[in-house]
């Protein structure tokens, strides 16, 4: 691919032609907003001048409900050898655009498993999608040619390809993504307004539940209006449990020994089940998961006091998998959570020891 045409320079668009970019691609961007544009030509994801002829590969990453009208518009241009999209819901601008009568084989419905809870191009990023699955949802009508681009689009992401049916894709993303983004947003909505007292008191825990649900409304009334569906089937089943519980909790509260022990059974029986379900999370770049060991280090809240852990640990041979900050409320620290291999921590804490950073816990 030697040239690509970005229409909607948001978050995903923006991320997706800064890669392409630094991949050598000659990248011309578009939104209906062109601030959002020399925004992100500005942060050197492409030009916002038009190109001259038809691109090789035109990446359409406007709003779910603007996709279909977004994309008619460009092939009836001829803008592009192929078109992608990379909406989070596949089946419905599949069939708005089969229902406005247009030749699909230059057509392939893509989407990226890597975002933000921040929207726009400022919160772009090249590396957004390193490691992460892409789908693509080819039909037997699609074009190799296309399905070609798409990969390539794909490969010079560093993403990792994953090809499914639209609908599968649909009621997929259904468990993994929205019905979690509705169940993160009713915990958040717990706090709107809860006590100050208890506010600040919000450690890791509730930020881990609760980050996504800073997202765009707008964006994700799209994606649920989309998919309402298997969405509401799986919160069907989310509100058994929720009733399930609230009920074992209740029985922990009487004088009964026999009701507690029903109780504590319940209670039991859905944290087990998070487990077995927890593991089945799939670990860095998508790969089968690995059990990880945490070293935790005291931080002052200056600037480069990350970097020195680093360097500390690679130069005790220790690769760092994944890492934590926990910001103290109201203290000039921090606590960082390294996750390294479990056979590494006697070697890590050794050599930050040495080095007299204070660990924790
Ligand atoms: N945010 C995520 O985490 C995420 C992840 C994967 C895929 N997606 C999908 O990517 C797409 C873009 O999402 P985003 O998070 O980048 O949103 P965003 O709000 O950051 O960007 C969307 C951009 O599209 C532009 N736009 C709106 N209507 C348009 C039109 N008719 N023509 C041209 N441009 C138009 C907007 O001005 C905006 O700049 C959506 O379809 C979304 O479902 C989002
Ligand atoms: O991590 C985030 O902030 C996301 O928004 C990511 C996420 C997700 O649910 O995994 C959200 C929606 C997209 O369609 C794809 C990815």
Redesign the pocket.
Known sequence: MRTALV????????SAALALTQRGVVVHL????PE?ARTAAALGAGTDGAPEGPVDLAIV????A??A??LADAMRRGAARGYV?????KGGPRRELEALGLDLTSYLGS???????K???L?ATGDLFEGRPWVLTPTRDTDTEVLNLALELVSHCRAVPVVMDADAHDRAVALVSHMPHLVSSMVAARLEHAEEAAVRLCGQGIRDVTRIAA??PR?WI??LSANPGPVADLLSDVAADLTETVEALRSLQSSDEAKRRDGTAGVEDLLRRGNAGQVRVPGKHGSAPRVYETVAVLIDDQPGQLARIFADAGQAGVNIEDVRIEHATGQQAGLVQLMVEPRAVPVLTAALRERGWALRQ
């Open positions: 229409i909607g320079t948001g978050l995903i668009g923006t578009v939104d209906h907003d959002q990453a406007a709003p779910p603007h996709v009208a977004v999209d990379v909406a989070s819901v989407h990226p498993m890597s975002g933000r809870e929207s726009g191009p919160a997202s765009d964006m799209d994606i």
